[in-house]
């Protein structure tokens, strides 16, 4: 009786060369997309954050009753005085000493907003406004001379008036073209909105 061989399983030089070409050829159309994903998430994830930290800072300006500030820190523990909020940013209340500056003793950091090495944003992305600190006041508007009328109603209880326009914060890579950049927008009346923006 022969003994029966299996047939040999496997792939051919030319299936291999074939699979390779196909897979290469894929690689090369879906890695410039995947890369841009990446790129719009961590832009709206880095305007997502600053727009939590205004919301805190405001709410806690009501709730403590007193003037709370955000500032741009490159060290942890003291404001940068720049407008360069890439390298991260602090929380405080700022009801002693100079406005927009941690004065110690007397004004408490409330949240620091940078990463353990130092800096915030990944590198080649900017966030960049007029402003070296925004500061709420104990009543939820902002403390801060800010631009153009928007034509929003301020009411009576708050001084009247009309809204201003705000101050914006644009967060965007440094090879940004077109529309991929995003801008967090604050008005005198504390509100933040975001939108996408060019670059």
Partial sequence: MKAHRPA???VTLIELMFAITVLAILLGIGAPSFANLIRDNRVTALT???????ALARSEATKRALPVSLCPTTDGESCEG??????GWL?????????GEVDVPGDEILQVNMNAGGGYAPEGYALSGAMEYLTFAPNGLTQA????IAGG?????????????????TVEKSDCVGGKARQATVTALGRVSTRRASC
């Fill in 82 to 87: 720049s407008t360069d909020w890439s390298t």
């Fill in 91 to 99: 929380i405080f209340t700022d009801d002693v000493g100079t406005q």
């Fill in 145 to 148: 001379d800010l631009p153009a």
């Fill in 8 to 10: 040999q399983r496997g």
């Fill in 153 to 169: 109603a301020i009411p009576a209880e708050f001084g009247g008036g009309t809204d201003p326009a705000g101050w914006s914060l």
């Fill in 48 to 54: 997502n954050d600053f727009v939590g930290s205004v």
